[in-house]
């Protein structure tokens, strides 16, 4: 058996391999920053407490690192891995809480290298991965309020849900899961109601800021979420086929998930006594992993949503400990060198298909040569202009690709409806867009970098 300083050497070494391989990597093979993480850049330029498709948190969160690190495009991808090494962290904590056995804790963390979100998609920091480490506290934060007396849990638990739901609305399938749990259990937790409702007036507390915006500005976050499900698209079939299709794709997801935990595993037999289904771990387990996904596929039912595949991001970071918590009493763990060979195997295995697609394949939005040509049209602009770039306007892609390249950091505008001051005099101004509408319409300088127009206007 391995030794107890040992386990905690090997999980620290896993989570800085993680962290080391999946920043150096991308930052050695890709040109350009990934379309979401461009996208929260673009936000961060014009902070505000929400977007035209999401809420605030990972824009501010990129600002941060902004401030910190400026144009090194690797301190994104590090930034994308820091999330995620936080959520690793905390499902170990509160995996340790649950079996007091180091050896499972450490199983169920590295079963998660089997499951695609924890791995390739990692170096696009997004809404997604943004989620992913206020998943992991919220639960284990709710799981400490309810298993002791110290208030700071729910306290903890409260600002953690917030910060969940401003990185994306779809973190209510948790809050609603654990208000679930807590329901149905009342009668065992009675005396931490008043902390459960404490914790309820923190987070709305700070997300209030966030509800003022949303009402200003339409719900235009919401409706953008509508569009993407497919929402506004009646079609009866949907409330059939989207839910099909949404189980076949989660099932290909946990293929190597599976296959990594099945080494360990004797012949499966799962037998429903009457202590396991009263065991409240195991409840509790179930609810944090297989209730926000039956409510998202019912979600998917009733309405005929359709639910893409990344959504569910951090929907399965607790996965590994329901299957080890279930079949506990099947665990060979004599094939534990086994187990860490094929863990090796896909913990390797990712990156390198990563780091093989990105240097054969050409044609990704990471081969997108953004730096270059903000260089270009800031040589045409100081060329013909002497005050500096202080506006861009157009689409997240392009003009937020000028907001981060350009050495003025320029706030990006997705158009200039809602701006809430005039432009000055002094403030110069890059439109990006279609070639054949700017070309007529531009009152300044014009220039095409194919397939966008820029139009430039500044003082002369």
């Given at each position: ?9 090997i999980?620290y ?16 093979t ?6 979401d ?9 014009n ?5 035209n498709?999401h ?8 600002e941060?690192?902004?401030f910190?690190?400026g144009t ?9 891995q ?8 905390f499902?170990?904590k ?15 963390v590295?079963?998660l ?7 390739f998609?990692t170096?696009?920091?997004n809404?997604?991965?943004s ?8 639960i284990?934060?709710?799981w ?11 306290v903890?638990f409260?600002i953690?849900?917030?910060?969940g ?8 399938y948790?809050?609603?899961?654990l ?12 005396k ?7 914790s309820?007036?923190?987070?709305l ?10 009402f200003?500005?339409?719900?235009v ?19 059939l ?18 296959i990594?935990?099945?080494v ?5 037999k ?12 195991i409840?509790?387990?179930i609810?944090i992993?297989?209730?926000?996904l ?6 998917s039912?009733?309405?005929g949503?359709k ?10 970071l607790?996965f ?8 506990k009493?099947?665990?060979?763990l004599?094939k534990?060198?086994k187990?860490?060979?094929i863990?090796?195997?896909?913990f ?19 081969d997108?040569?953004?730096k ?8 045409k602009w100081?060329?013909?202009f ?6 861009v306007?157009g ?16 706030i990006?505008?997705?158009d ?7 432009i000055?005099d002094?403030e ?12 007529k319409i531009c ?7 194919k ?10």
């Amino acid at each position: 058996m391995i030794a107890k300083k040992n386990i905690i050497k090997i999980f620290y070494s896993f989570l800085f391999l993680h962290l080391f391989l999946w920043t150096l990597i991308p930052s050695v093979t890709n040109i350009n920053l990934p379309l979401d993480t461009i996208e929260a850049l673009a936000w961060g330029s014009n902070l505000d407490w929400g977007f035209n498709k999401h809420p605030p948190f990972s824009a501010f969160a990129v600002e941060v690192f902004y401030f910190i690190f400026g144009t090194n495009d690797w301190a994104y991808y590090l930034l994308s891995q820091i999330f995620l090494i936080i959520g690793f962290f905390f499902v170990w904590k509160f995996s340790n809480e649950i079996f007091q056995d180091q050896i499972l804790s450490l199983i169920s963390v590295f079963s998660l290298t089997g499951i695609y979100y924890y791995n390739f998609t990692t170096p696009e920091f997004n809404v997604n991965i943004s989620q992913i480490p206020f998943w992991a506290l919220c639960i284990y934060f709710f799981w400490k309020g309810l298993h002791s007396d110290r208030k700071i849990n729910w306290v903890f638990f409260g600002i953690f849900s917030s910060l969940g739901f401003l990185s994306k609305y779809l973190f209510i399938y948790l809050l609603l899961s654990l208000l679930i749990y807590f329901i149905c259990n009342m009668r065992q937790y009675k005396k931490h109601i008043s902390n459960y409702f404490l914790s309820i007036a923190i987070s709305l507390a700070l997300l209030t800021p966030h509800f003022i915006w949303l009402f200003k500005n339409n719900f235009v976050t919401i409706f953008y979420g509508i569009n993407r499900s497919g929402l506004s698209e009646f079609d009866l079939i949907n409330h059939l086929l989207n839910p099909l299709i949404f189980i076949c794709k989660q099932i290909l997801i946990l293929i190597p998930f599976l296959i990594i935990i099945n080494v360990i595993l004797k012949k499966i037999k799962i037998r429903f006594r009457k202590n396991f289904i009263k065991n409240r771990k195991i409840l509790f387990l179930i609810t944090i992993n297989l209730i926000p996904l039956a409510l998202i596929l019912i979600t998917s039912a009733l309405t005929g949503a359709k639910i893409r595949t990344m959504w569910m991001t951090p929907f399965y970071l607790f996965f590994g400990t329901l299957v080890v918590a279930i079949f506990k009493n099947q665990l060979e763990l004599k094939k534990l060198k086994k187990f860490f060979y094929i863990f090796s195997f896909f913990f390797l295995l990712w990156p390198s298909v990563y780091f093989t697609i990105s240097i054969l394949d050409e044609t990704k939005r990471t081969d997108y040569p953004g730096k270059e040509i903000s260089r270009l049209v800031q040589n045409k602009w100081d060329d013909n202009f002497i005050n500096e770039i202080k506006i861009v306007v157009g689409d997240e892609w392009y003009a937020g690709n000028l907001s981060y390249n350009l050495y003025s950091r320029p706030i990006w505008y997705n158009d200039l409806k809602n701006k809430k001051t005039p432009i000055k005099d002094d403030e110069g101004v890059i439109y990006t867009g279609n070639p054949k509408i700017l070309r007529k319409i531009c009152p300044g300088i014009y220039g095409t970098i194919k397939p966008v127009g820029y139009c430039m206007i500044g003082k002369r």
